[in-house]
Structure formats: structure tokens, C-alpha cells
């Protein structure tokens, strides 16, 4: 039987030095004892798993409306691409691999329905009220939202995995840490997870385009990455068929992994740390793409913004996700009552547009959707 104890040596025998251990966790918010074979940061990973949050994940959008068909990202595959590809690259980086997943598995949970353009209606009523930001969201469920224990509110996380869960940022998502040492940058694991969101949605995003015929390969062509793709696998046909569109995102997420984990290993090389706290304290973050790896991406990123993202089909649902957002927020202002019993006996505490603004963010696409006919339809029962 292999022991936490056991488990926290072989962390120590495996991982970099700028790998955290979990023995060295500055623990958690409410003591607890740890388990007898499970590490901290295993105990986290599968704390996320289990909350209610997480499977709620399964209904709220990634590009595609859940509607649009079966085969299309969620919110949820896609986070689980991200741990996917954050423990490989945690894996050959030296990295904590449990707690890079946990991060990634939680990264996403603050989300509300109809992915960003949930967040910008959101964002944009709750602008007088505190504002609203999905990251410090994941956060407030993990510490507060979630209900599954007597002893605290939220999961009682260890304070890595919530520093990783605040410092998480894309190129479309600055965090805001001022409430965990924000003179630091995020730790390798935190790192990791950010540049493992930025792969997974880009090579996703263009495999749920293609399939959707939003996206075509003429379109693509002059597009650098799409020509050393189609090069790779060695495709001349008239229409792409599924098999070899596989293969191209296959070879697109090794490419990228591959270009990622040795121009990290380098920069790591480089700066000569020799610890946690010396990554932290570099005045650049170490995981990144080689110059030309990040040229591409870039055309690529392009691309998709101007023929995916802003697809007609795309835009319209976008519009229409703000308006119910925006029209349900406004119904429950005006008469609180409609709010679920327990959403009304915590306004005293969290304030009224807070505790609204909660609700809405946890609702799925369809839960969205169910309510707003079920408030606005005269057909509807309420």
C-alpha cells in the first residue's frame, strides 16, 4: 500500500526543483487532517470532481450551444482536454502533475451560461455591483458556493490550488491575485494550466469549426500552421473527411506540445531557479511558445476570431444569450421573489445583485433557456 507519506517521497524523487511538493503546502484555509493515501493536492483534484459545479460544466457552452448537435465541445470536454494536456506537459516539465489537474479541472467552473457572452452580460450588469470575472467565480465556488460539508463552506482547497485557480490567465482573461501574493507570478503548475486552456481551445475550436462547414480548407489557405497540417498528413482531397481532420488536430496539439515543453524546458535552463519561489519571482513567465510557434498561433487565432467566433450563426446566439442573461437578471431585481428560497435567505449576507448574479452564473445553457420561457412565455408554467 502506498501511503500519502510514501506518495509525498516519491514527489520528491520525481519532480523538478521547481516542482511543488505537496508536503510543502501552506495548506488550507480550515485545518483538516490530510488522508492516509491521498496527497493534498489529490485530495483537491478530486474535491473539484465531485461538486456540482463541475458537472454543470456538461451543459454550458464552449462555442457551440449545446442544441447545435451532440459532438461539439462543452464546457466540459474542453476543460478535461485541458488537464489532459496540462498533466502531460506537468509530466515533462518536472511539474506536480495532481496539481496541475486540479487547477485545470476548476479552471473553468466559474463560467456562466453561453460561455463569453454570459461572462460580457454579466460583467456589464454587475459593473456598479463589484463587477463579475469567471476566474474570481471559480474561486467564490470553491471557497463559498459549493455546499458539501458542515465544517466550511466551499471545498477547503489547498492554498496552491486556489492561487492557481486565481492567477489562470489567456489572452482573453487577466487575473486579478491581490489576495494571494501578487507580487509573485503564478507557480509552474498555474503557468502550465494557462498555456494548456490556450492550446486546447485553439485546436478544438478549429476541429468544431471544420466539422461545422463555418470553417472550410479553402478558406484556410495562406494559413502557416493549416499548410504544415495538411503537409504532415499528406492530404490532397476535395473534402476533408473525418479521418484525416482527426489527424491534423492530433498533429496540431503535438506540434504545439512539442514546441512548448522544450522552449519551457529552455527558458527554465536558463534562469538557472533552483526553486519555487525563484519561478515565482522571475520577472517573466517561463512557459511559452519558441517566436515563430507564436507567429503562427497568432495567424491562426486570427483566423478563428474573424471566421468562427464571428460567424453570423455565432454572433446571432450571442445576442441572443446577453438578452436572456440581461432580461433575467432584470426580472429577478424587480421582484426577488422569484428567486429559489435558498438564493432569497442569503440577500441579506451577499446583497441583492450578488446573490443574483450568483444564481445566474451557476445555471446551464438549458437551465437558462428553461427559466427565461418560464418567466416571460405566458404558455409556459412557472
Known sequence: MYSRTHLETL???????????????????VPEPEPVQR??????????????????????TQVFINYEGDHYRTRLTHTL????????VARALGANEDLTEAICLAHDMGHPPFGHSGEVALARLMREHGGFDHNKQSLRIVT???????????????????????????????????????????????QITNAADELAYTAHDLDDGLRSGMITP???????????LVESVGWRGASLDDLTRHRMIRCLIDLEATDLVQMTDLRIRESSVRSVEELQRLTYNVIGYSEETHRRNRQLKDFLYANLYRHHRVVRMAVKAERVIAELFNAYHAEPAMLPRPFQDVIPERGLERTICDYIAGMTDRYAMEEYQKLFDPATKP
Open 11 to 29: 514527489e520528491d524523487q520525481c519532480l523538478a526543483p521547481h516542482g511543488l511538493r505537496s508536503r510543502n503546502s501552506k495548506g488550507r484555509a
Open 39 to 60: 496527497t493534498a493536492f489529490q485530495r483537491d483534484r478530486e474535491r473539484i470532481l465531485h461538486t456540482t459545479a463541475f458537472r454543470r460544466l456538461e451543459y454550458k
Open 81 to 88: 482536454e485541458v488537464a489532459q494536456i496540462g498533466r502531460a
Open 144 to 190: 463559498l458556493l459549493e455546499r458539501r460539508y458542515a465544517e466550511f463552506p466551499g471545498l477547503n482547497l489547498t492554498w496552491e490550488t486556489r492561487e492557481g485557480i486565481v492567477k489562470h490567465e489567456s489572452e482573453y482573461d487577466i487575473s486579478d491575485a491581490s489576495e494571494f501574493t501578487p507580487e509573485l507570478r503564478g507557480h509552474l503548475e498555474a
Open 218 to 228: 479553402p478558406m484556410m489557405d495562406g494559413i502557416t500552421l493549416w499548410g504544415i
